[in-house]
């Protein structure tokens, strides 16, 4: 687990945790986070399988499964998509109109009318 590796402390990865390297699987998905998990539901800390070191993504999965660890990966489907565009739309369409309405009150407010 060296530095900058795929189980090291590059990146944003901390020492003693194990980073699988391989992309999930989900075609399109926004995926927040992707993390190993030991039975009791804590962040394994390792040491980490070789499979995950130089193996395929499947070859890894089948070595996490073995040591009763599992891959959790947090993440939105792609047919989402949408959803989430016009809901951030319609968020800032929301503040534009209150910020024009604040603006064209205190113009109001300092001209006296």
Not at 40 to 66: H, I, K, M, W
Not at 71 to 87: C, G
Not at 99 to 107: D, E, K, P, S
Request: glycine share 16%; charged share 10%; proline share 7%.
């Amino acid at each position: 687990m060296g530095d900058g590796g795929p189980g090291g402390g590059g990146g944003g990865v901390p020492n003693n945790s194990l980073y699988v390297g391989a992309k999930a699987d989900i075609p399109g998905a926004w995926v927040y986070s992707s993390q190993v998990t030991a039975p009791d539901g804590s962040t394994f800390l390792g040491p980490e399988p070789q499979p995950c070191v130089s193996g395929s993504y499947n070859a890894c999965t089948t070595a996490l499964a073995r040591l009763h660890l599992r891959h959790v990966v947090t993440y939105q489907p792609a047919s989402r998509y949408w959803a989430f565009q016009f809901a951030e739309t319609g968020l800032y369409l929301l503040l534009a109109l209150l910020l024009t309405g604040f603006c064209i009150w205190r113009v109001n407010r300092r001209l006296g009318r």
